[in-house]
């Protein structure tokens, strides 16, 4: 069977065994259970995210022209610090920044390699937790902007990482850690004016697992522009990414904007 259709993130579905989805142009595949099923991927064009054109992608699944002027990929959403809707200062656009700036945020730690804090929507929880292929997560405030959450990360980060190793995520190496004693010790480090937020009490630890049947010992990212075509068996999904026998990693997120072919055998 054979499918086509324009790469983006696959969706996900929170349950014992994370659900993933795949979007083809008339198809919505569950990869789940297209494991230990042998996959060939081609690609075979560019369509921008934005403007549908068969432009080159430059990031994010837009192509150049309209990377710089979608508000969904100003500066603000890679550093929440730098929001300012709080404060009625536009960007790219005052009303989308206001709609995605001035709502709830969380700020949480997660085990994916290693403990790292991050940032989300409240409404993302758990879905940039298992986008990152965390193997917990448990929430340490929640702000009303997303501006507060960004100086908090800011603030924290001097004392955990911000970044997860994607290779050791993959392998499934992760260290071992006590995310609510981790979070006590952190307490002291929030910014003043974010003290107020702190979800005391909250032991709310969210364990999640991935439908992976074989982790690799070594990871190889795969370049389907480069390669053109890989054929492989597909043993896991984790993050964002598809794992396969070989070792070969594909991080479908990272190609978003590619328009594909996907040979099921």
Known sequence: MTYQGVLKKMPTEFSETIQY????????????????????ISFENYQCLSCSKQKKIFRQG????????????????????????????EDRDLTYEKSVQLQPHIVYLALSSEVKVGVTRKTQVPTRWIDQGASKALAIVEVPNRYLAGITEVALKAYVADKTSWQKMLKNDVTEADLVSEIHALKVHLPVEVQPYFLEGNEEVYELEYPVIQFPTKVKSLNLIKEQSYKGVLKGVKGQYLIFED???????????LVVSLEVN
């Open 247 to 257: 070792g070969t990693v594909f991080n479908v997120r990272n190609n978003e904007g």
């Open 21 to 40: 989805y795949l979007e083809m142009e008339n198809d919505f595949l569950n990869m789940n259970q297209l494991l230990d099923r042998q996959l060939e």
């Open 62 to 89: 837009y192509c150049y022209d309209c990377f710089y002027e979608q508000p969904s990929v100003g500066d603000w959403i890679m550093k929440p610090e730098l929001s300012q809707a709080h404060l009625g200062i």
